[in-house]
């Protein structure tokens, strides 16, 4: 029994370490992380090296719904509510008919491929419709990339709000086609209803409940975190008892606790990361165990097609016809359409029609298993390179940053620590605001105040207390200088304008064809209404022969700076022949319309 006992211990605690040691060699050559561990649970399979045999699929899908309920309350606790006010049209699109588009899509090549009916392969392709969050996000930040704020917004809230969809989708399919309920479009539109407005209304309950509880309770800092994570299970469980979406309760959980002033809000998002990494890290190990690779080569051809065809057409055509009333120009459709890793959620759900008994049961999962390593190996591995491609890069305007943030419970204010670097702004005498004068400068292992410390000196440590929205000014002045670059000269423009000059002198200084009845506007106004949404570093308008560019945001997500480029530049030319927006497809209606009255 003991002996039992340790060597269980041994094989899970040896698989989730060697886990965590594999993601080094993932940092180094920028492979998809959850790829890694997928094939770390393959080699430990039974017809990997370690031969261990699982086929509990019971068991594979609980683990993997508590795994998944985390991870999800994570995804909304990390989403700044700005970001989601500011995606939330085209992103709750893309998760909504997003989703029903690339089902129906790719139930056509499940079809022809697999000989499956049509309800089996419009199962087949809510399986595959969605997106992989943790994947998506990791792999930017692992290729050192930082995507334009539109762009980058609609993927995080889109990759966080389409699982209850394809879940939704995937479990009335399972009921289908298992006889537990009749084919009836009212039945399945009431139960869309049900399971999207409990799970909206105990996500909204639950969330507010984690805030109160995590600051009215007065935990011992360690529970904190355990507590939210403990409730956030709760909602889960209770949504689904409920007959709501247990994954959006949870999402929408995380999303109210994430924007709201709690306790010790960096002790919960470390602890956070740490419980999802692991989350992912024994989901991943689970399915991998799961999967038996002998079985693969039967499938492999039709799981390719059907890769692809996801790949290269659902995904595309759902991206495009979701994103084309938002003005989303060519390029920023094109990477949001190439940012579709398949991952988690969609292997997961190819476990449902095994729990349920359905012919073919196991078919679905091999078929998802396989089409989740052609996207995690063909999109993960090319999401740097395509981003550049499409000019959705924001080149870093400030170096590295040396910074502390220590916690003060219930204020209102961080407190945070800089390290004064020889070329930063205020190394080079730039003064701080006044409502930065630092609380203690340390010098040379002495502490001072800030009068008698003077101007802050290389090597200097100051603590500051400062609102938390005005944190990233803060990083500006103590960063050391970014490299000068020409492509960040063509990105954000050849010099610099004032927010407040008015479109009449800028039209006076450069001959630029200003209507009159603009004159008065500033040229942040004159930005905003043209761009016709809210404003993102990179976003760009043209002005007769020249470009006006946002340059940088304020905390409040004003804007503080904007460049012109003399010249136009091709940042947002389009570079691919698709994704026509609604600009363009006017256009060409009228030009052909105009072709046929001559």
Request: proline letters at 5%; charged letters at 15%; a neutral charge.
């Amino acid at each position: 029994m003991l002996d039992t006992m340790n060597a269980s211990i041994l094989i899970v605690s040896g698989l989730v370490a060697l886990s965590i040691f594999s993601s080094l060699l993932s940092f180094r050559i920028g492979a998809p992380l959850l790829l890694v561990f997928l094939c770390v649970g393959l080699i430990a399979g039974e017809d990997g090296l370690g031969g261990l045999h699982f086929d509990d699929v019971n068991a594979a899908y609980l683990i993997g719904s508590v795994a998944l309920a985390v991870i999800l309350f994570d995804s909304g606790f990390h989403t700044d509510i700005k970001a989601f006010r500011a995606a939330a049209w085209p992103a709750m699109t893309l998760a909504s008919l997003g989703v029903f588009v690339t089902t129906a899509v790719v139930a056509v090549p499940v079809h022809l491929l697999l000989h499956l009916g049509w309800l089996e392969s419009a199962l087949m392709g809510a399986i595959a419709s969605s997106t992989d969050a943790a994947a998506v996000f990791f792999l930017l930040r692992v290729g050192g990339i930082h995507v334009r704020d539109r762009v980058r917004s609609t993927l995080e809230v889109e990759s966080g709000s389409n699982d209850p969809m394809a879940i939704f989708l995937t479990l009335s399919l399972v009921a289908l086609l298992a006889g537990h309920q009749s084919v009836s479009a009212v039945r399945i539109i009431a139960e869309f209803g049900a399971q999207f407005g409990v799970g909206a209304l105990i996500g909204l309950g639950g969330g507010a409940l984690i805030v109160l509880a995590l600051n009215r309770m007065g935990f011992e800092r360690g529970l904190q975190p355990l507590a939210a994570i403990s409730l956030a299970l709760v909602v889960f469980a209770t949504a689904g008892a409920l007959h709501g979406s247990g994954f959006l309760a949870v999402y929408v959980a995380g999303l109210v606790a994430g924007n709201a002033r709690i306790n010790a809000p960096e002790t919960m998002r470390r602890f956070q990361d740490g419980i999802t990494w692991l989350a992912q890290i024994v989901m991943f190990l689970t399915l991998g165990l799961l999967a038996t690779p002998s079985e693969f080569p039967a499938f492999a051809p039709a799981a390719l097609g059907i890769a692809l065809v996801l790949i290269l057409v659902a995904r595309p055509l759902a991206v495009w016809l979701c994103l084309l009333p938002f003005g989303f120009n060519r390029n920023e459709t094109a990477l949001v359409a190439w940012v579709g890793l398949r991952g988690s959620v969609s292997v997961l759900l190819s476990i449902v029609p095994m729990v349920a008994g359905l012919p073919h049961g196991r078919d679905y999962f091999i078929v998802a298993f396989l089409m989740v390593l052609v996207s995690l190996s063909l999109q993960g591995w090319t999401i740097g390179p395509v981003a550049r491609f499409l000019g959705q890069i924001v080149p870093k305007r400030i170096g590295p940053v040396e910074r502390q943030e220590l916690e003060i419970p219930g204020a209102r204010h961080e407190l945070v620590a800089y390290h004064v670097v020889a070329d930063s702004l205020v190394a080079r005498g730039h003064r701080l605001p006044r409502w930065a004068e630092p609380s203690l400068v340390v010098r040379a292992d002495k502490s001072y105040s800030a009068h008698a410390a003077g101007h802050l000196k290389p090597g200097d440590t100051a603590y500051l207390f400062a609102r938390p929205e005005r944190v990233p000014h803060l990083d500006r002045l103590f960063a050391s200088a970014a490299p000068a670059a020409e492509a960040d000269r063509q990105f954000f423009g050849d010099f610099a304008l004032a927010p407040a000059i008015h479109m009449r002198e800028l039209a006076q200084s450069y001959g630029l064809p200003v209507p009159v009845t603009d004159f008065e506007m500033n040229v942040a106004q004159w930005l905003i209404r043209e761009l016709g949404h809210a404003p993102g570093t990179g976003d760009r308008v043209t002005l007769g022969e020249v470009e006006l560019i946002v340059r940088a945001l304020d905390w409040d997500d004003s804007i503080s700076e904007i460049g012109l480029a003399v010249e136009p530049t091709a940042i947002d030319k389009p570079k691919l022949p698709l994704f026509q927006s609604r600009a363009e497809l006017r256009g060409m209606v009228r030009r052909w319309f105009g072709k046929g009255a001559r």
